[in-house]
């Protein structure tokens, strides 16, 4: 069997191609064409900016996508309907519609948010492992999310931001510091370049929410806390290397601190067997090590069993429509070709 997946949900045309198996999921293609340069004299994404581009760059994708596979053998075919932008989305799915039509075969409308969770269940042997209740944390730039999985397929969403993602504040931040977008990978980068003998300037930041009972987040007010910082230091200050990696090093750390704290809690409320990430802003190296760091901490005790950890690579965790590909075999028991039942859902929630 062979699965077709389109997502342009956000600023990422892609397409890719799974080939199914004995059950076992192979990615025979995965096209990521970017619209990171286009954007990043913006410090954002512009919908309008981003639907054209989804619309140029699609048919190229497709045809890079398909170069060594024979595209008539496509069985079925999966599109992101949402959360994203909805000019964009509509894109996707009305290339989705078109290439249906044309092979004559059943479209899978597919959620982002549960794509972004199933880029971990790519690997067969993960789906072999005794995993659920899950917690799943969902962190991009337009999502931050804390869902409670009880099977594929099954979610309860038991928190989430109730302002900025916490990508947004990455590429928020970024843009005040004058480091470009994506801002989060423009962080990251920063800080790994900090040497600890330069960390003396010491800007600090809040955990927002960090102690709350109950698993929602707020990131806004720590972009608000930045701003108000550099603009409290003398523009000598502001502008020096040293203040603007120790700043990039306490907003990453804040992020992570409040990430890790509350999907620790919820996995320890819910008696959770495993944890689950997804996400672009997963794609963090330091948050990816203390989130293990502190996994092992808390729970590699004797009595109580090691809980799993999973976590795509890298390039899984950034939109990608492998997950989406993914998705939809999970989901082809609702494969459709009443293609009018398919529109796109910018606010769909999982
Ligand atoms: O999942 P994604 O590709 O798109 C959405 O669905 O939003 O996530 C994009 C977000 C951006 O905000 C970007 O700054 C952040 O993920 N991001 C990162 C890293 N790579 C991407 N944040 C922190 N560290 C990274 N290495
Ligand atoms: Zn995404």
Redesign the pocket.
């Given at each position: 069997m062979y699965i077709l997946g389109i997502d342009t949900?956000?600023d990422d045309t892609s397409i890719a191609i799974l080939e199914i198996k004995n059950l076992k999921l192979e990615i025979l293609s995965n096209v990521v064409s970017s619209q990171v340069k286009l954007h990043a004299k913006y410090g954002g994404v512009y919908p309008f900016l981003a639907k054209r581009e989804h619309q140029k760059n699609l048919p190229v994708v497709l045809k890079k996508t398909t170069k060594n596979i024979d595209i008539s053998k496509i069985d079925l075919i999966g599109v992101t309907i949402g959360p994203g932008l909805e000019p964009c989305l509509w894109q996707g799915i009305n290339f989705a519609k078109d290439l249906a039509e044309k092979l004559n075969k059943p479209i899978v409308p597919v959620n982002?948010i549960e794509a972004?969770i199933l880029a971990n269940f790519l690997d067969y042997q993960t789906r072999q492992r005794n995993l659920f209740p899950a917690i799943c944390l969902v962190v991009?730039?337009?999502h931050t999310q804390l869902i409670l999985m009880r099977d594929i397929g099954k979610y309860r969403l038991i928190g989430e931001t109730r302002d900025d993602a916490a990508?947004?504040c990455?590429?928020k931040v970024a843009r005040i510091l004058g480091l470009g977008y994506?801002?989060?990978?423009a962080i990251?980068v920063t800080v790994a370049n900090l040497k600890p003998k330069t960390y003396n300037l010491k800007p600090k930041l809040p955990r927002p929410m960090i102690y709350q009972k109950n698993y929602d987040f707020s990131f806004s007010g720590l972009k608000t806390a930045v701003l108000y910082d550099f603009r409290a230091r003398p523009p000598k200050i502001r502008k020096s290397k040293e203040y603007i990696q120790e700043m990039c090093f306490e907003i990453q750390q804040a992020i992570i601190d409040v990430l890790i704290h509350k999907t620790l809690r919820a996995t320890k409320d819910f008696k959770a067997k495993s944890i689950i990430l997804g996400?672009?802003?997963a794609?963090?190296e330091e948050l990816r090590k203390q989130f293990e760091k502190k996994i092992k901490e808390d729970y590699n005790l004797p009595t109580t069993p090691y809980i799993k950890y999973l976590i795509p690579d890298t390039k899984y965790c950034?939109?990608n429509a492998a997950m989406v590909a993914a998705t939809a075999y999970f989901h082809q028991r609702e494969a459709t070709k009443d293609w009018k039942k398919i529109e796109a859902n910018a606010n769909l929630r999982i």
């Open positions: 949900s956000c982002h972004h991009s730039g337009g990508g947004e990455f590429d994506p801002g989060g990978p990251a996400g672009g802003v794609a963090n950034t939109d």
